[in-house]
């Protein structure tokens, strides 16, 4: 450790990360969901035709982008969690029937987390239908993607994309997510001619 | 319960006081230097402009740049500045891009002392 990120680390113990001006001070908890609300917001995003959960090669940054549109609309408090591989020759791997290889890698990989209340401590659980069948909790959802030198990162449901070094893309409109996922149907029918 | 915009208000600037006393202590406790308040007020509304909101942001801020000499001058040193501003960074990632920067610096440089 440095001298400053040991004071930094100092500073996240002394001060809080409620808002330094309002009166307003969220309560421990409050928002959070009961197990059986997180399983059916799984459920229900995983029943969504309209997006390619068949193709984990990629479209994880729009998935995840749709699935918190949708909670933070009816006042789910979601976030994301980012996973990056160490670097280009220790990429993450998932094992999946859902790619003529039986697998797929990544260099990073994304879904939404929830808050979830459970025996009086709140978590966060990831919810990812693409690759799990209910929602785990981020060192679970980690471990399913077999990088132990991976990297893992919490954030609100702001960034669209969010790049290792911090740097976050613009989030597109509603149109162009829906192409993207046109895009991605489009490349999983290329993936599987012929094989 | 409800309470009135003027409450709100009078609620919002008694907090606003404690914490810059808990920041002037804590950055006192490792500098053995005592900051004015109307420098830390000063940072304070930088910080507010640059999108800080919690408490660990604003106080990380204004710990480095205090220490830099920031309150000194209208604006924020380039080392500063140059996380603060960029657009393509959330809150929580610039205060930690600043302290890696920080990190950087070439041993004596930092003002903040052990």
Request: proline letters at 8%; hydrophobic letters at 40%; glycine letters at 6%.
């Amino acid at each position: 450790m440095s001298f400053f990120s040991d004071l930094w680390d100092e500073i996240v113990n002394i001060f809080s990360s409620a808002p330094a001006t309002s009166p307003v001070v969220p309560c421990a908890g409050c928002g959070a969901l009961t197990p059986e609300q997180a399983q059916q917001w799984f459920d229900h995003f995983k029943s969504r035709t309209d997006i390619p959960w068949n193709y984990p090669n990629d479209c994880c940054y729009n998935r995840a982008e749709v699935m918190d549109q949708e909670m933070s609309a009816a006042g789910v408090q979601a976030g994301k969690v980012w996973n990056y591989a160490p670097d280009i020759s220790h990429p993450l791997r998932v094992d999946t029937p859902n790619d003529p290889d039986g697998f797929v890698e990544w260099g990073y990989h994304v879904a939404p987390t929830v808050p979830v209340m459970v025996n009086g401590v709140t978590t966060p659980m990831v919810l990812d239908p693409s690759i799990a069948s209910g929602p785990v909790t981020p060192q679970q959802w980690k471990d399913m993607q077999s990088q132990p030198g991976s990297q893992l990162v919490l954030t609100d449901a702001t960034p669209y994309y969010r790049a290792p070094d911090g740097r976050v893309t613009a989030t597109p409109d509603a149109a162009q997510i829906a192409r993207v996922f046109d895009q991605h149907r489009a490349d999983r029918a290329a993936n599987w001619a012929g094989r | 319960m409800h309470i009135s915009s003027d409450q709100m208000a009078t609620l919002t600037m008694q907090r606003r006081v404690r914490f810059i006393e808990r920041l002037a202590g804590f950055i006192e406790s490792k500098t053995q230097r005592s900051p004015e308040r109307t420098a830390l007020a000063d940072l304070f509304s930088r910080a507010m402009g640059y999108g800080m909101t919690t408490e660990q942001q604003v106080a990380g801020y204004i710990t480095l740049a205090w220490a830099s000499g920031a309150h000194e001058a209208t604006i924020d040193p380039d080392w500063i500045a140059d996380v603060m501003n960029d657009p393509f960074r959330v809150a929580d990632d610039k205060v930690k891009a600043l302290f890696d920067k920080a990190d950087r610096f070439p041993r004596g440089r930092a003002a903040v002392s052990t």
